[in-house]
């Protein structure tokens, strides 16, 4: 079995963005296969039978447009991707990333530490940003400025960069529908109900911070909201950083001591 698989997700129409990652990703060693992101920008949510509106405007407080739908297929095409390559482990990147000079070294010693077997029953982890509270130093990275892997009770809420376990992706791919939150909110909403994603505290392929073009949400006075929707989304932060708080208290503590870097609930 191969050991990794990278995927790049990037529109038909985003040839710069294609040929900037592919130069920075070479520099770095790492080879990838393009995986043609789904164009949702001109679509009508309510076309699609995966998406449920109504659960939407209930959970997540408003609705979602066609790129943020979009940009929810397209991971789904790539964890489907990755379980087709037969590897072991599947890295799906957005083509909105930057390359840290230490990727290659950084992403090597993460799967070192995942085939070490300290890591049960993991499903993801995100690269692509950093964890900034409700988390659990597991090792060190050799990384300069003293990055660490940690396990992220409370996931980082950007898809630019997901490791994905083979367990993991077919996991998310039966419980990906039907789809009520963009996908990186969703990742959130899900790993605080199963606990099996990790991090790093300096991320290994930061996005660019430039606006991402699969996921261009429409512009606020086309996305209606639910009746007090600013309610609706502080129940639904609450909700998970409970259950992140939760799973942070009644996991092992390997090194004798528990971190949540930022204030407390």
Same mark, same amino acid.
């Given at each position: 079995?191969?050991?990794?698989?990278?995927?790049?997700?990037?529109?038909?129409?985003?040839?710069?963005?294609?040929?900037?990652?592919?130069?920075?990703?070479?520099?770095?060693?790492?080879?990838?296969?393009?995986?043609?992101?789904?164009? !949702? /920008?001109?679509?009508?949510? =309510?076309?699609? %039978?995966?998406?449920?509106?109504?659960? +939407?405007?209930?959970?997540?407080?408003? &609705?979602?447009?066609?790129?943020?739908?979009?940009?929810?297929?397209?991971?789904?095409?790539?964890?489907?991707?990755?379980?087709?390559?037969?590897?072991?482990?599947?890295?799906?990147?957005?083509?909105?990333?930057?390359?840290?000079?230490?990727?290659?070294?950084?992403?090597?010693?993460?799967?070192?530490?995942?085939?070490?077997?300290?890591?049960?029953?993991?499903?993801?982890?995100?690269? !692509? /940003?950093?964890?900034?509270? =409700?988390?659990? %130093?597991?090792?060190?990275?050799?990384? +300069?400025?003293?990055?660490?892997?940690? &396990?992220?009770?409370?996931?980082?809420?950007?898809?630019?960069?997901?490791?994905?376990?083979?367990?993991?992706?077919?996991?998310?791919?039966?419980?990906?529908?039907?789809?009520?939150?963009?996908?990186?909110?969703?990742?959130?909403?899900?790993?605080?109900?199963?606990?099996?994603?990790?991090?790093?505290?300096?991320?290994?392929?930061?996005?660019?911070?430039?606006?991402?073009?699969?996921?261009?949400?429409?512009?606020?006075?086309?996305?209606?909201?639910?009746?007090?929707?600013?309610?609706?989304?502080?129940?639904?932060?609450?909700?998970?950083?409970?259950?992140?708080?939760?799973?942070?208290?009644?996991?092992?503590?390997?090194?004798?001591?528990?971190?949540?870097?930022?204030?407390?609930?």
């Amino acid at each position: 079995m191969k050991r990794l698989s990278t995927f790049l997700i990037n529109l038909n129409s985003s040839r710069a963005r294609l040929e900037s990652s592919r130069s920075k990703l070479t520099t770095a060693g790492i080879g990838f296969e393009r995986v043609s992101a789904f164009d !949702g /920008r001109g679509m009508d949510p =309510l076309s699609c %039978p995966e998406y449920d509106e109504a659960r +939407a405007l209930s959970w997540f407080g408003r &609705k979602l447009s066609g790129a943020e739908l979009g940009c929810y297929f397209s991971h789904v095409r790539a964890a489907e991707r990755f379980l087709e390559s037969g590897s072991e482990y599947g890295l799906v990147l957005e083509d909105d990333i930057k390359v840290q000079p230490d990727a290659r070294a950084d992403l090597e010693q993460v799967i070192d530490i995942l085939d070490s077997g300290h890591c049960e029953n993991w499903y993801m982890v995100n690269l !692509g /940003r950093k964890v900034k509270r =409700l988390y659990q %130093p597991c090792q060190p990275l050799h990384q +300069a400025g003293g990055n660490l892997f940690c &396990k992220a009770h409370y996931f980082p809420d950007t898809t630019s960069a997901i490791l994905w376990s083979r367990t993991g992706a077919k996991e998310f791919l039966k419980v990906a529908y039907p789809i009520f939150m963009p996908v990186d909110h969703f990742l959130r909403y899900w790993n605080c109900e199963t606990d099996e994603g990790f991090g790093v505290t300096s991320p290994i392929f930061p996005q660019l911070g430039q606006d991402s073009v699969i996921r261009a949400a429409a512009p606020p006075s086309e996305l209606q909201r639910a009746r007090f929707y600013h309610l609706r989304k502080q129940r639904r932060l609450w909700a998970n950083k409970i259950k992140a708080k939760k799973n942070l208290q009644m996991s092992a503590i390997p090194n004798g001591g528990v971190a949540d870097r930022t204030t407390a609930l």
